[in-house]
């Protein structure tokens, strides 16, 4: 079997030839030809990179007359040298792989020099960042325990002001309660007196201003009771208000007492802390819930409420000392204007007839113009409900338009805007209506106490003089009233 495409350079390649020669011919210059064509096997087709790169050369010299006929293909080689020739490298591919490992050491070791440098300053400037950082936080903490102990001395002085005023709010609220108890002395009085009057037989029962001076009396009385028991209550629910706002302040003084504990425990950790210890994941849990502008805006919101309930606090105790000294001289004078009447009313009995006579004419004219002003008012109401009815009607039937008729337009707006302004001129006639009836009312009542009053006078200076000017001679003193026992 015979081998073709193998190299032609090694002189045990061929069989030996004897040529029969005495003397060797002469040396003819060779011919050099790129003759090499290389023997694949199935498969390995382009597989021959590994192969030298030598160029083979073979020379074209007829030593023997029997080698013209075997010249035309390579001689045979034996299977056992094929691998041998196949695997020699030439000399240059040596130098190249030498080459190429001392390069590749040499790269290897460069870049092995540029990392351990690069890992020293990187070691160097995360270190560096790290420290920085530490201290950065540490500052934070500390700027943060100060901005916590700055916010802690304003809710201390802003939750001690808040007490104070609300011992204040409470002593004004003892002396409301205890001076709407001392009205009901002289309450009690006046409503004697108006009983006693009440007595009064005939003609001389009349609505004098004697009488007069007792009603306003009692209703000043009463209202100055009620306004003081009324402003009493209103104190009262501002002093909720006043610890609503103490518990929020003690509440976040608290919270701000533990965070600051807390934050003196992380300021004061170090690095050689025993307490210190990992916690994975925490850095991924967020579990905050406000940021430093809301924190301080609670804060300031909490002072700022507790400064308003403080505010209304004073108001109230200015207000309630205003009241003390307006109801204190209006019951007062009222005493006086009572007791003036009285006497007053002693001297005229005489000729009060002929007044109540006057008044009872003024009495019947106010009835007649409110009788008359109810009538007109009976009358708008029944006339506006036509214009009512029209436009409701109006939009009612507007209300059917199919689709895209069902449009939001002036009409629209106009029968909406008349249902409204015919609605709320019903409302107001009808108020006013009612207000009429009862001023009709009062002037009916007045008039049928006139009519009785002017029919009997026997009794009346009896009961003017010796009842109720007997009972009308103390008053309480004006530390009694204004809350002071």
Not at 107 to 134: E, V, Y
Not at 356 to 377: S, V
Not at 415 to 421: C, S
Request: aromatic share 6%; net charge neutral.
């Amino acid at each position: 079997m015979e081998f073709l495409g193998t190299t032609q350079t090694a002189s045990y390649c061929g069989p030996k030839k004897c040529c029969g020669l005495t003397s060797l011919p002469a040396v003819q210059v060779p011919v050099t030809q790129e003759c090499y064509q290389p023997y694949y096997l199935p498969g390995y087709r382009y597989l021959n990179s590994w192969r030298p790169s030598l160029f083979y050369k073979i020379a074209n010299v007829q030593t023997c007359p029997d080698e013209s006929t075997s010249t035309l293909r390579p001689p045979t080689i034996l299977p056992a040298l094929r691998s041998a020739l196949f695997s020699r490298y030439s000399p240059h591919d040596w130098d190249q792989s030498n080459q190429l490992q001392v390069r590749g050491a040499e790269a290897s070791r460069l870049w092995a020099s540029r990392l351990t440098d690069d890992s020293m300053r990187l070691l160097q400037d995360k270190d560096q960042l790290t420290h920085q950082m530490q201290e950065g936080t540490s500052r934070n903490l500390g700027q943060r325990l100060s901005d916590i102990g700055f916010w802690k001395s304003e809710l201390s002085y802003e939750l001690d002001r808040l007490l104070t005023e609300n011992q204040n709010l409470e002593t004004v609220k003892r002396r409301l309660e205890c001076a709407a108890n001392e009205v009901n002395c002289p309450l009690q009085v006046a409503l004697e007196c108006l009983y006693h009057r009440e007595k009064r037989i005939g003609i001389d029962l009349v609505h004098d201003n004697v009488e007069k001076n007792l009603t306003r009396e009692v209703d000043l009385l009463k209202c100055c009771q009620e306004q003081m028991r009324k402003l009493a209550q209103i104190i009262d629910i501002q002093m909720r208000d006043n610890r609503d706002a103490q518990h929020a302040l003690e509440r976040d003084l608290e919270d701000k007492s533990s965070a600051q504990c807390i934050d003196e425990k992380c300021f004061n950790l170090r690095n050689t802390s025993d307490c210190i210890s990992f916690f994975h994941g925490m850095e991924k849990i967020d579990g905050t819930i406000s940021v430093p502008e809301t924190w301080a805006k609670f804060s300031n919101d909490n002072i700022k409420h507790s400064q308003n309930m403080r505010a209304n606090s004073v108001r109230l105790r200015e207000e309630a000392e205003h009241l003390f000294e307006t109801l204190s001289d209006q019951m007062w004078r009222q005493f006086t204007d009572t007791n003036l009447a009285f006497n007053a009313r002693i001297s005229e009995v005489t000729d009060v007839k002929n007044k109540l006579q006057t008044q009872l004419a003024k009495t019947l004219q106010e009835i007649f113009q409110a009788e008359n002003t109810i009538m007109l008012l009976e009358r708008s109401i029944i006339a506006k409900e036509g214009p009512l009815k029209v436009a409701q009607t109006r939009l009612e039937c507007r209300t059917r338009r199919p689709n895209m008729e069902l449009c939001r337009d002036i009409p629209q707006f106009k029968l909406v805007n008349e249902v409204f302004t015919i609605d709320d001129t019903l409302q107001t006639l009808k108020l006013r209506l009612r207000e009429t009836q009862d001023t009709l009312q009062l002037l009916v009542m007045t008039k049928c106490r006139l009519e009785h009053e002017l029919a009997i006078k026997a009794n009346t200076l009896c009961i003017d003089k010796e009842k109720c000017m007997g009972m009308r001679k103390t008053f309480p003193c004006t530390p009694r009233l204004v809350g002071y026992t």
